[in-house]
């Protein structure tokens, strides 16, 4: 049975830092396009970054460009996203899901994704 765990949500103040991990158990991390997504209250689901199967090339939204960072440790069997600067606006439930086409991380597509996890909550605020 695959499984997909989201862990390191939180609370934090705007400008504060929290580093998320998407730990695996049933597939290999490294066989797969792993992305992360984000889901506002009141809002659809929105593509954060993604990091290929092929090479390990990240892709991000604009508004996570220059501020997170998407990585394996494949002896872990886990994707991290690294979140610096955060604001108000990232705010959300962060799920993270894996695809078997790296197709899926070019447009940070919903679609395509063959496993989800259940979420981890963000709440940045002062």
């Known amino acids: 049975q695959v499984q997909l765990v989201e862990s390191g949500g939180g609370w934090v103040q705007p400008g504060g830092s929290l580093r998320l991990s998407c730990a695996a158990s049933?597939?290999?991390?490294?066989?797969?396009?792993v992305g992360w997504f984000r889901q506002a209250p009141g809002k659809g689901p929105k593509g954060v970054a993604c990091?290929?199967?092929?090479?390990?090339?990240?892709y991000y939204a604009d508004f996570a460009k220059g501020r997170f960072t998407i990585s394996r440790d494949n002896a872990e069997n886990t994707v991290d996203l690294q979140m610096n600067n955060l604001k108000p606006e990232d705010t959300a439930v962060y799920y993270c899901a894996a695809g078997p086409s790296d197709y899926v991380c070019l447009g940070l597509y919903t679609n395509g994704m063959d496993y989800w996890g259940k979420g981890t909550p963000v709440t940045v605020s002062s």
């Open positions: 990091i290929s199967r092929s090479d390990s090339t990240p």
């Open positions: 049933g597939i290999t991390l490294d066989d797969y396009a």
